[in-house]
């Protein structure tokens, strides 16, 4: 429904630079369309980093989050071929889950 | 005799009555549970978890004050080892790049909040061991206002830092 998350994992020593960009409308619920009615409230809610299939980073979001929400995380220990996945689930209960491998 | 109990999956009479009814869709299932998990943790009675349920009532808090009672917490002290980084001027309120980290030990949760949004908690962090106490994201600024990074330590301490955004064009949309 929504585009693939882009996530770029980048190890360094002995940690891995973990960026995330999401797409998602992420409306306020504070905006009007032009015939003055209030566009709803849609956002992403819950925020689930794994690393190697274990949770590392949970994050709950309210509607100060940018559009396409950003996010950047350093996972300790990981390394070159390590799997990374972050999963989000809305206000609607529509989730999206992708995963990347650590370069 | 042998009692013979019923087969498990075979509904009797009545049971096939109540199962008649349609099951309510996902999406409703998982507003009821948010809601009854919502109530408990209003009541207190879920013990702390690793995905708690989402916090409506921090989020819709207006200022910061009732950011850390809608959570619980003690009121935050400021400490310089808690480092907020964001620009001194927005040029678009729509996006501004926040980051917040610490070296300190033993931080559970890390916060970003907006004193002057419409709803001031941008974002919860709930950290494990495995990630460092170090996040960037970007957040909506409705106006200039200040921004605050808050870390929770395990020990229940509750640190802040914060700074003054000034925005040149609002972010919230009104």
């Known amino acids: 429904m929504s585009d693939p998350m882009r996530i770029r994992a980048q190890a360094a020593g002995d940690k891995a630079t973990v960026r995330v960009l999401m797409s998602h409308e992420m409306e306020t619920g504070q905006r009007k369309d032009a015939a003055g009615k209030v566009i709803p409230a849609w956002y992403i809610q819950e925020v689930t980093a794994s690393h190697n299939g274990k949770v590392v980073l949970t994050a709950q979001w309210g509607t100060s989050i940018s559009k396409n929400p950003f996010l950047q995380f350093n996972i300790k220990g990981a390394k070159a071929g390590d799997k990374v996945s972050i999963a989000w689930v809305d206000n609607h209960g529509d989730r999206r889950s992708d995963e990347a491998t650590v370069a | ?174």
């Open chain 2, 1 to 174: 005799m042998r009692h013979f109990t019923a087969h498990p999956a075979t509904p009797s009479p009545a049971q096939r009555r109540v199962n008649r009814a349609p099951l309510p869709s996902r999406r409703e299932m998982l507003r009821r549970s948010a809601a009854v998990a919502a109530l408990l943790a209003g009541a207190g009675a879920l013990p702390e978890v690793a995905q708690a349920a989402y916090a409506q009532a921090a989020f819709e808090a207006k200022s910061l004050a009732d950011v850390i009672k809608a959570l619980g917490v003690s009121a935050p002290v400021a400490h310089p080892g808690l480092l907020l980084t964001a620009p001194d001027i927005a040029e678009n309120g729509a996006v501004v790049p926040v980051g917040c980290s610490t070296t300190l030990g033993g931080v559970k949760r890390l916060l970003i909040a907006v004193d002057k949004n419409p709803s001031t908690l941008c974002a919860a962090f709930e950290l494990s061991d495995a990630v460092e106490a170090s996040l960037n994201t970007r957040i909506k600024m409705a106006q200039s206002s200040n921004v605050y990074a808050i870390a929770i330590l395990v020990d229940g301490k509750v640190l802040f830092a914060q700074k003054e955004v000034k925005v040149t064009l609002g972010g919230c949309g009104g």
